[in-house]
């Protein structure tokens, strides 16, 4: 049970962390507390204000790779009617798959006929037609070109991922900075100590 008019310890942590990073004359903070407190918000206004521009500038990088890609796709692959050579087998119970691998043979748009296993209806029997893609070059089997949703998708995703490579910059250059600034801390502490132990030592009590 918390007493009224205390704060919350969430909210006791945040006006801690508030009142040690803030600027002030307290006579106990040393020049690297400033340093540090002016380094962490610096680094957070710079890739602040960068950040819009890397994440716009990676997101119309990938769309324009995704539609390039999508384009030599469309001019490289084709679709052709594969004939199936066996009955496509039955599948029981539920299946997240609408097809089953089912031989059939094919012909390519050059005139290359080929063999091998083609997704079809379960159930389909012998010499039932289905579209595949294949590539102009061998008639082998191909994946359909990219579509411009999927193009989206992968503009979307170069997003998120330079928010979070902005975000993990943050955490590294400012544990990096804390790092160096505590090994200078501890030189000081220690050179401190070194100073002031004799005189401590002679005290009478």
């Known amino acids: 049970m918390r007493l009224s008019g205390l704060p919350s310890p969430q909210g006791w942590w945040l006006s801690r962390v508030i009142r040690g990073a803030r600027l002030d004359r307290n006579p106990l903070r040393r020049a690297t507390d400033r340093i540090e407190t002016c380094l962490l918000v610096g680094l957070f206004a710079v890739l602040g204000a ?3 521009f890397i994440v716009r ?3 119309d990088v990938s769309y324009a790779s995704a539609l390039h890609s ?3 796709q469309q001019a490289t692959r084709h679709q052709v009617r594969a004939v199936l050579t066996a009955d496509a087998p039955q599948v029981s119970g539920y299946t997240l798959n609408t097809g089953v691998l089912t031989p059939a ?3 390519s748009v050059t005139g290359v006929h080929r ?11 012998r010499g039932t037609v289905v579209t595949v893609w294949t590539d102009d070059a061998t008639g082998n089997l191909d994946s359909p070109p990219l579509t411009m949703a999927e193009a989206a ?3 979307d995703a ?4 330079s928010v979070a490579g902005a975000g993990l910059a943050y955490v590294v250059g400012a544990g990096l900075a804390v790092h160096l600034l505590n090994r200078r801390r501890i030189a000081a502490w220690e050179a ?3 100073a002031t132990a004799p005189a401590w030592n002679r005290q009478r009590w």
């Open 50 to 52: 960068v950040t819009p």
């Open 57 to 59: 500038g990676a997101s």
């Open 70 to 72: 999508r384009h030599e």
């Open 105 to 107: 043979s094919w012909a």
């Open 115 to 125: 063999w091998g296993s083609v997704p079809a209806v379960p159930g389909s029997s």
């Open 153 to 155: 998708g992968q503009a």
């Open 158 to 161: 170069a997003m998120v991922g």
């Open 192 to 194: 401190d100590w070194l």
